[in-house]
C-alpha cells in the first residue's frame, strides 16, 4: 500500500473529474475525518488515514484489501474506474441521465442507452462527458459517457445511441470475482 505517484495522480484525478468535477477535494475533506487514495497491486482504494495508519502494521504481501477499491490501472497505463466507486460519486456528480424503467434492465445488462430509453438528461452536458446513470427512482444505476450532447439528443432518432455504458451493477453479479 503506498501513495499514488505524480503521474498516477493526475490520470486518476482527470478520470474522476470526467465525473464530479472539482468535487473530488469533497470526497478527501469530509467531515467524519480525512480520506485519502492508496495504490496496492494497481488498485486504487479510497481509505480514512486513521484505517490506513493501523492497516500500516500489516504487510504488503498479507494486505488483500482496504478501503473501498474505486478502480485499477490497466497496463497500458490507463485508468478504469470500477462500479464498486458508485457510491462515492454519485452525490457529487456534474452530470446526470435518468432512464426509464423500460431501458433499466438492458442497461444493467451492459448495453448502452438508446434515445427511446432516456428519462431525463442534465442541461448542457457536452458530448463525451462522464455521467451517472439513475433510474427514474434516483437510484445510482452506474456510470457512462454522453455519445451525444443534450441540444443533439432532443433531435436524434429513438434507436440513436446517446450514454455509451461504462460499468453498472449488475457487475456485482456478472464480475463478481474479478471485484475485489
Same mark, same amino acid.
Given at each position: 500500500?503506498?501513495?499514488? /505517484? +505524480? +503521474?498516477? %495522480?493526475?490520470? #486518476? #484525478?482527470?478520470?474522476?473529474?470526467?465525473? !464530479?468535477?472539482?468535487n473530488i477535494k469533497l470526497l478527501l475533506d469530509r467531515p467524519d475525518g480525512m480520506y485519502c487514495f &492508496?495504490? $496496492?497491486?494497481?488498485?486504487?482504494?479510497?481509505?480514512?488515514?486513521? !484505517?490506513?495508519?493501523?492497516?500500516?502494521?500489516?504487510? &504488503?504481501e498479507h494486505l488483500v484489501s482496504l478501503g473501498t477499491c474505486f478502480g485499477k490501472f490497466t497496463k497500458a497505463g490507463k485508468f478504469r474506474l470500477h462500479i464498486t466507486a458508485l457510491d462515492y460519486l454519485a452525490p457529487y456528480a456534474k452530470y446526470k441521465v435518468w432512464v426509464k424503467p423500460s431501458?433499466?434492465?438492458? #442497461?444493467?445488462?451492459? $448495453? $448502452?442507452?438508446?434515445?427511446?430509453?432516456? =428519462? &431525463?438528461? %442534465?442541461?448542457s452536458t457536452p458530448q463525451y462527458q462522464g455521467v451517472i446513470v439513475y433510474s427514474m427512482n434516483d437510484l445510482p444505476l452506474g456510470f457512462?459517457?454522453?455519445?451525444?450532447? /443534450?441540444q443533439e439528443c432532443r433531435h436524434a432518432d429513438p434507436m440513436t445511441i446517446?450514454? #455509451? $455504458?461504462?460499468?453498472?451493477? =449488475?457487475?456485482?453479479?456478472?464480475?463478481? +470475482?474479478t471485484l475485489t
Open positions: 500500500m503506498r501513495p499514488l /505517484t +505524480d +503521474d498516477e %495522480t493526475k490520470i #486518476f #484525478f482527470e478520470k474522476l473529474s470526467k465525473y !464530479i468535477g472539482e &492508496r495504490l $496496492h497491486k494497481d488498485r486504487v482504494y479510497y481509505v480514512s488515514e486513521e !484505517i490506513m495508519k493501523r492497516a500500516s502494521n500489516i504487510s &504488503r431501458a433499466e434492465q438492458q #442497461f444493467l445488462y451492459g $448495453h $448502452h442507452i438508446m434515445k427511446s430509453g432516456l =428519462g &431525463r438528461i %442534465t442541461e457512462g459517457a454522453v455519445a451525444k450532447s /443534450t446517446v450514454v #455509451f $455504458h461504462q460499468a453498472d451493477i =449488475g457487475e456485482y453479479i456478472r464480475s463478481e +470475482d
